[in-house]
């Protein structure tokens, strides 16, 4: 059984360097595959350019997209995405530094599955990628086991 493909939208190595980091010590079988800025996360998801190769870079079952980025930021690739009409199933969990009530509330209604603030120490985060190992993997491999 393949694991499953968590694309990491994020510009900060460390956050992305910790985030691996804590997949690794929950035990969660998924292929990370990470860009840097929102304009390479929307080439990934519509295949565009050198991600038009789906063997190298598959579609993914979770994305996990950071606010703050350059050249295009996460809320515009959250647009993009509400745009595109969804042909194709995809959850997207923002996590920020931005605890903003205004920010949460504008990627909620932008279709993030869920808003999670980056946190400052490694527990949380750990506790973060079990929750999307529960809430977003796990079914995810189980579902597509059922459907083979």
């Known amino acids: 059984m393949e694991w499953p493909v968590v694309l990491i939208a994020d510009d ?4 992305v360097f910790l985030l691996e980091h804590a997949f690794r010590k929950a035990n969660i ?13 929307i ?6 350019g ?12 979770l994305m996990l997209l950071d606010l703050k980025m350059p050249k295009v930021d996460g809320f515009e690739v959250l ?6 009409g969804k042909e194709r199933k995809l959850a997207i969990v923002v996590m920020s ?15 993030a599955a869920a808003y999670r603030v980056k946190p400052s120490d490694f527990e949380y985060l750990l506790a973060v990628a079990e929750e999307v ?3 977003w993997l796990v079914h995810k ?8």
């Open 141 to 148: 491999r189980v579902s597509e086991s059922v459907n083979q």
């Open 79 to 84: 647009t993009w995405w509400r745009e595109q």
């Open 29 to 41: 079988a998924a292929r990370l595959m990470v860009v840097p800025n929102g304009e390479e996360a």
């Open 97 to 111: 530094t931005s605890n903003h009530e205004v920010d949460i509330k504008r990627a909620m209604a932008l279709g």
């Open 12 to 15: 900060d190595e460390d956050d």
């Open 50 to 61: 050198k991600y038009g190769d789906r063997n190298t870079y598959p579609w993914p079952a």
């Open 133 to 135: 190992r529960d809430n």
């Open 43 to 48: 080439g990934y998801l519509s295949g565009e």
